[in-house]
């Protein structure tokens, strides 16, 4: 499949990314891969994509710097890798254009295993700037501390795909020198009971197969919760909305 891909520019509104870039991350795929590798040159990408030589060299060089891929070059060629945040950009598409083209269900349900974190998200949450907004926006302040899950592989996917949602922003700030990312919101029923939100903080050291969970109370001992339960979260959606 050549040529570059045209789509609704409502896809990128708002964010960082640019349809060149993901023009050429589509361009990339569709070259043949060896040991996730994509082997490649600026004039290959260049014919696939109807841009110029020095128009796909730029390209790559913004995907490099965005941290959207890594690449070396040798006497054969530019070797490529899509990253994880390239990829992610892919999938975000991916579920987007599902959801324009395919009927989609109004709830997601996600479940993860319980486990103890370092108190990295209580710390978060406790901040005043935050709190604030957490009543403002999702209707309570939350317990002073977070529920922890663990994403089994499949959940990961489900994951990825609440996010293409748009999330309720809790803006960041700066404190005593010290900056405070955006947390992104997402709604949620846990364990068909109470209602909170999962939440998904811009400087953390957690990596996807992790979510953070906030109520207005203490989960734990509402729902009678140790380490190694089942959690599950309901997402109820808005399937008007574009991605």
Same mark, same amino acid.
């Given at each position: 499949?050549?040529?570059?891909?045209?789509?609704?520019?409502?896809?990128?509104?708002?964010?960082?990314?640019?349809?060149?870039?993901?023009?050429?991350?589509?361009?990339?795929?569709?070259?043949?891969? @060896?040991?996730? #590798?994509?082997?490649? #040159?600026?004039?290959?990408?260049? &014919?696939?994509?109807?841009?110029?030589?020095?128009?796909?060299?730029?390209?790559?060089? %913004?995907? &490099?710097?965005?941290?959207?891929?890594?690449?070396?070059?040798?006497?054969?060629?530019? !070797?490529?890798?899509?990253? &994880?945040?390239?990829? !992610?950009?892919? @999938?975000?598409?991916?579920?987007?254009?599902?959801?324009?083209?395919?009927?989609? =269900?109004?709830?997601?349900?996600? *479940?993860?295993?319980?486990?103890?974190?370092?108190?990295?998200?209580?710390?978060?949450?406790?901040?005043?700037?935050?709190?604030?907004?957490?009543?403002?926006? +999702?209707?309570?302040? =939350?317990?002073?501390?977070?529920?922890?899950?663990?994403? =089994?592989?499949?959940?990961?996917?489900?994951?990825?795909?609440?996010?293409? *949602?748009?999330?309720?922003?809790?803006?960041?700030?700066?404190?005593?020198?010290?900056?405070?990312? !955006?947390?992104?919101?997402?709604?949620?029923?846990?364990?068909?009971?109470? %209602?909170?939100?999962?939440?998904?903080?811009?400087?953390?050291?957690? !990596?996807?197969?992790?979510?953070?969970?906030?109520? =207005?109370?203490?989960?734990?001992?509402?729902?009678?919760?140790?380490?190694?339960?089942?959690?599950?979260?309901?997402?109820? +959606?808005?399937?008007?909305?574009?991605?």
């Amino acid at each position: 499949m050549d040529g570059k891909f045209n789509f609704n520019s409502a896809l990128f509104e708002g964010r960082n990314m640019k349809k060149r870039h993901w023009n050429t991350l589509y361009g990339l795929i569709n070259i043949e891969s @060896r040991f996730n #590798s994509i082997r490649t #040159s600026t004039i290959e990408l260049a &014919e696939k994509l109807g841009i110029s030589q020095q128009t796909a060299s730029r390209h790559l060089i %913004e995907l &490099e710097n965005a941290g959207y891929i890594t690449k070396t070059s040798s006497f054969k060629g530019i !070797d490529v890798r899509i990253t &994880e945040k390239g990829l !992610d950009e892919l @999938r975000r598409v991916y579920f987007c254009l599902k959801k324009m083209i395919e009927s989609v =269900p109004n709830i997601i349900t996600i *479940y993860g295993i319980l486990f103890s974190g370092l108190g990295e998200g209580g710390y978060y949450v406790s901040q005043k700037q935050y709190q604030r907004q957490f009543k403002l926006k +999702l209707g309570f302040y =939350p317990y002073l501390g977070t529920l922890n899950l663990k994403l =089994p592989i499949s959940e990961i996917v489900k994951k990825k795909e609440l996010e293409t *949602y748009p999330p309720i922003i809790i803006k960041g700030f700066e404190k005593q020198n010290r900056l405070f990312g !955006d947390v992104r919101c997402y709604p949620t029923i846990i364990n068909h009971e109470i %209602e909170g939100a999962a939440i998904i903080i811009e400087r953390t050291h957690h !990596d996807s197969s992790i979510l953070e969970v906030i109520a =207005p109370v203490q989960l734990r001992t509402i729902l009678s919760l140790t380490d190694g339960d089942k959690v599950t979260l309901d997402f109820h +959606l808005i399937t008007s909305d574009l991605c």
